[in-house]
Nanobody
Framework: VQLQASGGGLVQTGDSLRLSCAAS????????VGWFRQGPGKEREFVAG????????YYGDSLKGRATISRDNAKNTAYLQMNSLKSEDTAVYFC???????????????????WGQGTLVTVSS
């Protein structure tokens, strides 16, 4: 499966942004989706994940309470809605998938084997 992340850009503190992850090549409904981010000089970290059906979601601590992950399997697209953005949210955001029907969302990088190219989010104060 090929992934294309988009929706990043330059925003101000407190703004909202919705990222998209468009998939192609394989039936998207067979894949779990995870969003990760990597800030300047930092390790890549888990942000949120959603099961193949959309029935299970899980959030990492970084955006918990300020983000909503969702997906539309008919459009082969997953989304990450981010609100109340802070300067520390500045990072490259990646979407990733793994073929899985598990309702337990995986949070580790090594659990995902298909990655998009990333989209840059810059939050200016």
């Amino acid at each position: 499966v090929q992934l294309q992340a988009s929706g990043g850009g330059l925003v101000q503190t407190g703004d909202s942004l919705r990222l998209s992850c468009a998939a192609s090549g394989r039936p998207f409904s067979n894949y779990m989706v995870g969003w990760f981010r990597q800030g300047p000089g930092k390790e890549r970290e888990f942000v949120a994940g959603i099961s193949n059906s959309g029935g299970s979601v899980y959030y990492g601590d970084s955006l918990k309470g300020r983000a909503t992950i969702s997906r539309d399997n008919a459009k082969n697209t997953a989304y990450l809605q981010m609100n109340s953005l802070k300067s520390e949210d500045t990072a490259v955001y990646f979407c990733a998938t793994r073929s899985s029907t598990s309702q337990v969302v995986y949070t580790m990088r090594r659990h995902y084997n298909h990655w998009g190219q990333g989209t840059l989010v810059t939050v200016s104060s």
